[in-house]
């Protein structure tokens, strides 16, 4: 058992804060949480969010009129959808696991291999316009439906009252800013690690949790090398840094391609895990590790008290 937080642990932890910038915090609870990157051709509102989130869940949206971007991004699930890997909306099999949403407007890339995918609003285009396999299906005449809808038509000449386009305002590249701005502000839950590190209530992280702390900062595991910042993730970047994405070779099932590092926020709730979902488990995550020579990934062995310790402390992310 362990009573203190060990001095390693405690510099890592600190080195959260020095190196976070508390200017442009969101809400007063999340005073840590710097702000976005938004493009300059999109900057937010509380209307645009608000529209955003709208489409995000209207199955109009959809060759099937079945399905939406909620269908696989579920709220209730943590903006998952608890599958190994995705399910279009004509019933296709992809073959990516469905990632959370938290936090994605700090991504240094999105999806989870290399694409050249940069922003939100470039992401965005794939799941409403991939064929091979389908994911929404959207298309010139699912827009012209959604156009004649009166009070989508309301909604976007007050939320883009600004342009004037021979094309109107209800456009396809509309729609994507409006849920992009939406998914940038998906925030995980405030959990006990936030609590413990950001508002100093040292009683909601237990010992075992303490000691798994340890773990995951020290070099030993150097789980933190991989998966940093607030957002226990790859590269971040916001309105005060920008960076470069990083990619390495996980191993899982040997497989040769590079993806990033997911954030581990609310992570004991969006099984399973990897690009593919191959491993149902945390606990099949760290014997994945321990046994593999994954690239960045030190050789470690742990024992029994160990891996729970290393469990409950990422379930209090």
Excluded at 38 to 65: H, I, M, W, Y
Aim: glycine fraction near 4%.
């Amino acid at each position: 058992m362990v009573t203190s937080l060990p001095s390693v642990a405690l510099c890592a932890a600190l080195c959260f804060l020095l190196t976070t910038p508390f200017a442009h915090s969101q809400s007063p609870e999340r005073a840590w949480l710097p702000k976005p990157l938004e493009p300059k051709n999109n900057p937010s509102s509380a209307e645009k969010v608000a529209l955003g989130a709208r489409l995000f869940s209207d199955p109009a949206l959809s060759q099937t009129g079945t399905y939406s971007c909620a269908s696989c991004h579920q709220p209730d699930k943590h903006f998952t959808d608890g599958r190994k890997v995705a399910i279009g909306a004509t019933g296709d099999s992809h073959t990516r696991n469905t990632p959370t949403l938290y936090n994605s407007a700090y991504n240094a890339s999105l999806g989870w291999e290399d694409l050249g995918l940069y922003s939100l609003e470039t992401q965005h285009l794939i799941p409403l316009l991939n064929q091979d396999p389908v994911e929404m299906g959207f298309s010139t005449e699912l827009l012209a439906k959604l156009q004649a809808v009166p009070s989508y038509q309301t909604d976007f000449a007050r939320v883009f009252s600004d342009e004037t386009t021979s094309a109107g305002v209800l456009t396809l590249n509309n729609i994507v800013m409006a849920i992009a701005s939406y998914v940038r502000t998906i925030r995980p839950p405030l959990s006990a690690w936030d609590k413990y590190l950001y508002y100093d209530k040292q009683s909601v992280l237990s010992d075992e949790s303490k000691a798994g702390m340890s773990l995951f900062f020290s070099d030993r595991l150097a789980c933190s090398h991989c998966h940093g910042s607030f957002n226990f993730s790859g590269p971040i970047q916001h309105a005060r840094e920008e960076t470069t994405p990083v990619f390495h070779n996980t191993e899982v099932d040997g497989s040769s391609l590079s993806f990033r590092a997911p954030t581990l926020r609310a992570i004991r709730h969006t099984a399973p895990y990897m690009h593919a979902g191959q491993l149902p488990t945390l606990q099949a995550v760290i014997h994945h590790y321990e046994s593999s020579s994954a690239e960045r990934v030190p050789e470690f062995q742990l024992t029994e008290s160990e891996r729970a310790e290393l469990i409950a402390f990422l379930e209090t992310l």
